[in-house]
């Protein structure tokens, strides 16, 4: 569709059209590849986060805190304080059994105050 329109109300030759719809189509494609396949994987070892094609573990030990928050552009995130400074914001499809798993693998992990109130949310 954005194919013909280029070349309809575009006034742009069939070639660069395509090129250009055939950029867009993959950028799209990349774009659901990542956000579709993300998720987050809690066991006795560490947490693994997946987004797409990229993997990462972070060591239990490294986990200090877990904040379940909600955002504009996100909804209900997890946020997830490191201990080497760095904090993370994820986006578990159920983010209260992300909570539980983490309170569960995890004994010295701080969970905040109104964790309570928001799992009730989720």
Known sequence: MLFGVLITFGGIATEPAA????????????????????????TSSGLRIVHGPWRRDIKLTDVLAARPQRTLDRGPVVQVRLAYGRELCLTPRDRAAFLDALEAHIAHLEVDAVEAATRLGS
Not at 19 to 42: K, P, R
Request: a negative charge; glycine letters at 0%; zero cysteines.
């Open 19 to 42: 090129a250009f719809t055939a950029v867009l189509m993959s950028l799209s494609l990349t774009h659901a590849w990542f956000v579709l396949a993300s998720h987050y994987e809690v």
